[in-house]
């Protein structure tokens, strides 16, 4: 229903005379949290992701059910416009498991897809891994290599197979903290038309600027590093948010209009776009501090993570109290997953970050018996780009306090409070006057529709946290960039007063939004 109406999506691009390639996973990749996989699977006890396990092929089965009473009446032979499915992503990259592939291929076939054209996706060097005997084949390929490095292969093992590109761009993806993320759209075309020459089919990678609303981006290990994507992704696409058709988009189409004409047909012109809206600053009205709305805790002997807690994104907080300890003890966290803030009696007094490390040691200030620690851990996305990785949130290990001396002073109680994405919690709170300096918690203002398009919402001034306009979130921000500013569907708000709310982890500079008619990353 609503945004999540595939057959509706479908249906709408059979109206405009398009055909559809389905890639329904399980697994997409795409930039999302555990590459599409629902993070309530790792509650699962001694599940394998991305397996024929059973644990793994029961939920399989129940989202193919799902996904086939949906979109099966769509499939080509039934008299819609899905022509073709892919089957997992990447798949071959990380490990030859074929029977899995079948499995899934069998699954699919039996939920109401035996009548589509089925096809598995590698790399030059994985296809040997994913080739199943009775499927087509095709290659994800980079644009620093020519095509023929890429099909030399393919042909070898399967002569009269279809040479098919089903992603050509590369790895682009912006993180936080990072710089934005750009491709060479020359080398794309170069290697396009290298592929159309070879009479080789081709699809584009990054045409089109991408978005993460929610909790959905992602994160990759990179180079053995927790990466958390941004919430826009594909930011050097061609056409961007707006529907504007960049000045490489325009070289791209002219190009390719020399094989449009081979089969009668011309490209339409692009439509003009939309256009973009802009407001002045507004005043942030009210706000609710974080640790006077807490929600109700969950008590153990030992700290949980976020999942065993029963939420997916968003946060928790550890609390306990001290005994009298020097100054000079130690506070060791393993596994912090991922952005942790740490509080005496209300005070923040470290932070821990798993981009540079998943362990900390922090010095703590003398404290007295009773003493109140806090630790509040943030969730920025979960790990997609590893086989069977599974990505815990919270503290996903140990909490060690040892006094000066080394001797370990563990606390006898934890208290948990999970602090989930969800717009039913984030607007329960109790909302009251604005805090004299920046303070973690909720704020909210009202803002009124733009007389234009779309804007992006000016995060400049803001921690880390996400955003809710009218119960739709926005996606995460964070102030290190390097994206700075949120793309606002005109869509979601109505004539009059549009509720905005704003969960900071650690408080802005200036309690301001401003609408922009241009993205800033």
Not at 93 to 111: G, M, S
Not at 150 to 174: E, I, M, Q, W
Not at 342 to 353: E, L, M, P, T, W
Not at 481 to 487: D, H, I, K, M
């Amino acid at each position: 229903t609503g945004n999540n109406d595939i057959r509706a999506f479908c249906k709408l691009a059979q109206k405009h005379g398009m055909y559809v390639i389905v890639r329904p996973g399980p697994y997409v990749c795409a930039e999302w949290e555990m590459g599409g996989l629902p993070w309530w699977l790792l509650n699962v006890d001694g599940i394998r992701l991305r397996s024929k396990q059973p644990a793994f092929m029961q939920r399989v089965d129940r989202f193919f059910e799902a996904l086939g009473k949906e979109l099966s009446p769509q499939l080509l032979a039934n008299g819609g416009n899905i022509a073709i499915m892919q089957v997992e992503e990447s798949h071959g990259i990380e490990k030859n498991d074929k029977p899995y592939l079948e499995a899934l291929i069998e699954c699919a076939k039996k939920r109401g897809f035996g009548e589509v054209l089925t096809f598995t996706a590698a790399t030059k060097n994985s296809f040997m891994q994913t080739a199943l005997p009775d499927y087509f084949f095709s290659i994800d390929m980079n644009s620093e290599e020519k095509a023929d490095e890429h099909f030399v292969g393919v042909t070898k093992f399967r002569y009269n197979a279809p040479l098919v590109c089903s992603s050509l761009g590369g790895d682009y993806k912006t993180v936080w903290g990072g710089e934005s993320a750009a491709r060479n759209w020359s080398k794309v075309f170069m290697r396009m038309f290298e592929l159309l020459q070879r009479k080789n089919s081709v699809s584009i990678d990054g045409v089109l600027e991408g978005n993460s609303f929610g909790a959905t981006a992602g994160a990759a290990i990179v180079d053995g590093k927790y990466s958390p994507f941004t919430t826009a992704h594909n930011t050097d696409a061609l056409i961007n948010y707006a529907g504007e058709c960049g000045e490489d988009y325009m070289k791209f189409r002219k190009s390719l209009h020399v094989y449009a004409q081979e089969d009668g047909k011309t490209p339409l012109d692009p439509l003009a776009p939309a256009g973009l809206s802009s407001f002045d600053d507004v005043a942030v009205e009210e706000f609710a501090p974080l640790f006077e709305n807490l929600p109700e805790a969950i008590v153990s002997d030992k700290v949980k993570t976020m999942e065993q807690c029963g939420i997916g994104a968003g946060a928790i907080l550890y609390s306990t109290t001290l005994q009298t300890m020097k100054e000079g003890a130690t506070l060791s966290l393993e596994g912090i997953h991922d952005y942790a803030r740490i509080y005496i009696d209300g005070k923040q007094i470290a932070v821990a970050d798993r981009r540079e490390s998943e362990t900390a040691e922090i010095a703590l200030p003398a404290v007295s018996e009773g003493a109140k620690l806090d630790i509040l851990v943030e969730a920025t996305g979960r790990v997609g780009n590893v086989k069977g990785y599974k990505d815990y949130k919270g503290i996903t290990k140990s909490v060690e306090l040892k006094a000066v001396d080394g001797t370990v002073v563990q606390p006898k109680e934890w208290k948990m409070y999970p602090l989930p994405a969800e717009h039913k919690f984030v607007s329960s709170m109790k909302f009251g006057k604005l805090p004299e300096a920046p303070t973690p918690g909720f704020y909210r203002t009202k803002i009124k529709k733009p007389t234009e398009g779309d804007f992006f919402l000016f995060t400049g001034y803001w921690g880390a946290g996400e955003v809710w306009l009218n119960g739709h979130s926005l996606g995460r921000y964070r102030k290190e960039g390097p994206q700075r500013a949120l793309y606002v569907p005109v869509c979601w708000m109505k004539e009059g007063d549009n509720e905005l709310i704003i969960v900071d982890w650690d408080g802005p500079s200036k309690a301001i939004v401003k609408g922009l008619d241009y993205p800033l990353y």
